[in-house]
């Protein structure tokens, strides 16, 4: 029988998160992004594990900053978007939206996500129920728009939106419990959204991980992911305009937050 994939949430510089993935079949192991070098591989060589791909979001410094010590010290086939290659580390792989490659032997679907920065790809694994988001959706929140526009922002966001509403989504940042009280200046009647809110909490509180967090919460919740319903836009004040338009107020409130 064969295993699933083991998906490790890995803590890096002050609030980023890496995710190695672990096929126990083969022994390989893949990593989303690199924010630095020394968190990665004391975690490899604690679990005994090499490192035999590592799949690139975008292009920032806190994403890629480890990438050439562990391609020194590992030699991995290292993925990311082709229109992002001239500002990534070189690419032995370059793909763009509708591409799919093998990772670990499952399938994986790439989706441009565009927004946050140009170029941001994420990585949906179908087989693994996940999707590696970075800094496009995130737990309770999206990335802020250094790149793109808030159109783009949100015809990424509804990519996201359309998959499974069991997908995990493996995001790059603890930002969490600050996004979670933006979220209750937009919703403060939102039930599963204050529920939500005090878990996060909770979780804080003893030091655990926000990180991964379900689709289905995140559109029951994440007010980025519910600019288009009717309740919302009332409760911006903006009934009748486009779900883009309440979006860009979203963001522009959170920018301002």
């Not at 190695?20 to 989303?32: E, I, P």
């Amino acid at each position: 029988m064969t295993m699933p994939l083991e998906i490790v949430t890995l803590p890096c510089l002050s609030d980023n998160y890496a995710f190695l993935m672990h096929n126990a079949d083969s022994g390989q192991t893949a990593l989303v992004d690199a924010p630095e070098a020394a968190a990665i591989r004391s975690e490899l060589e604690r679990r005994g594990w090499g490192l035999d791909q590592i799949l690139l979001t975008h292009h920032h410094w806190d994403h890629i900053d480890g990438v050439a010590d562990l391609r020194t010290a590992y030699d991995p086939q290292v993925i990311g978007a082709s229109a992002d290659a001239h500002r990534l580390p070189d690419l032995d792989l370059a793909v763009a939206e509708g591409d799919s490659f093998t990772c670990l032997g499952e399938e994986v679907s790439v989706l441009d996500v565009s927004g946050h920065t140009i170029g941001h790809i994420a990585f949906h694994i179908p087989s693994a129920a996940a999707v590696f988001t970075a800094d496009s959706l995130m737990a309770l929140g999206c990335g802020r728009l250094f790149e793109g526009t808030p159109d783009q922002m949100w015809q990424s966001l509804q990519k996201l939106a359309a998959l499974s509403g069991e997908t995990t989504v493996y995001s790059g940042h603890e930002y969490t419990q600050s996004n979670a009280r933006f979220a209750l200046t937009i919703e403060p009647d939102n039930t599963a959204l204050q529920h939500r809110c005090k878990a996060i909490d909770a979780a804080r509180a003893k030091g655990e991980a926000t990180v991964p967090s379900q689709l289905q919460e995140e559109l029951d919740t994440n007010p980025f992911l519910r600019a288009h319903l009717d309740s919302l836009k009332q409760a911006v004040g903006m009934t009748g305009a486009s779900a883009a338009e309440v979006f860009a107020e979203i963001r522009a409130r959170k920018d301002k937050f």
